[in-house]
C-alpha cells in the first residue's frame, strides 16, 4: 500500500442521453389547403443538473410553408416553440464529489419529422424531433502505482555500424573542412 496514491482529478463522472418526440399544434392566420414544406430553425438552448437529472430548456422556430384560398396563395407561418426536457443520469461510480458542471451535445438539431393538416382543417399537427448527450463533469479520485525516482522503462537499444560509421565521417568531414579554410586564412594573412 505504501506504492500507491490516490490523485483526485476532474473526469467525466455521469452521463445522460435523450431522444425526444413532441407534437406541436399551429394555428396559422388562414385555413390552409395543403403543406409545401415545414423546417425548424433559431435552435437556443441551456442546461443544468437537478440532482440526478440534467434539464435542457430551450427554443426554436417552426416554419410552415402552406397553400391557402384553393390553392391560389402560399404563405410561410412561423411559431417559437418553448421545450424543458429531463435527461436521467447515469453515475459509473458511487463515490463522487457532486459538481454543476455540464456539458451537452446536440446529436439530432430538432427536425420536423412529419407535417399534417388536423381533422379540423384550421390547424398544423407538427412533429419533431431531437436528442441529446450530456455529460457531468466532476471531481474523482484515480488510484496511482509510484516508482522509486531512479526507475525508468528499459530501453531497447539496436546497435549498427552504419549509423555509428555515417557520424563519425561526417564529424571528421566537417573537422577537416574547418582545419582547411584555417589553413587558408593563415597563408591569406602571411601573403600580406
Known amino acids: 500500500m505504501k506504492r500507491l496514491r490516490q490523485i483526485v482529478t476532474k473526469a467525466v463522472v455521469a452521463k445522460g442521453k435523450k431522444r425526444t418526440e413532441s407534437s406541436e399544434v399551429l394555428r396559422p392566420p388562414h385555413t390552409p389547403t395543403s403543406i409545401l414544406g415545414c ?16 434539464e435542457i430548456t430551450g427554443k426554436f422556430d417552426v416554419n410552415v410553408w402552406y397553400a391557402y384560398n ?3 396563395k402560399t404563405a410561410v407561418y412561423t411559431d417559437t416553440i418553448n421545450y424543458k ?8 461510480d458511487e463515490d463522487v464529489i457532486d459538481s454543476d458542471d455540464v456539458k451537452v ?4 438539431q430538432p427536425n420536423c419529422i412529419e407535417a399534417i393538416i388536423t381533422q379540423n382543417g384550421d390547424c398544423f399537427n407538427v412533429v419533431i424531433e431531437r436528442e441529446y448527450l450530456v455529460e457531468v463533469i466532476g471531481e474523482t479520485k484515480v488510484v496511482v502505482s509510484v516508482h522509486p525516482i531512479e526507475f525508468e522503462e528499459e530501453w531497447k537499444f539496436q546497435h549498427g555500424d552504419d549509423d555509428e560509421s555515417s557520424s563519425s565521417s561526417s564529424s571528421s568531414s566537417s573537422s577537416s573542412s ?7 586564412e593563415s597563408s591569406s594573412f602571411r601573403k600580406r
Open 39 to 54: 423546417w425548424v430553425i433559431n435552435h437556443h438552448y441551456h442546461a443544468k443538473k437537478h440532482g440526478k437529472y440534467v
Open 70 to 72: 384553393n390553392h391560389t
Open 85 to 92: 426536457d429531463r435527461v436521467k443520469l447515469h453515475y459509473r
Open 105 to 108: 451535445r446536440v446529436l439530432q
Open 178 to 184: 574547418s582545419s582547411s579554410s584555417n589553413n587558408d
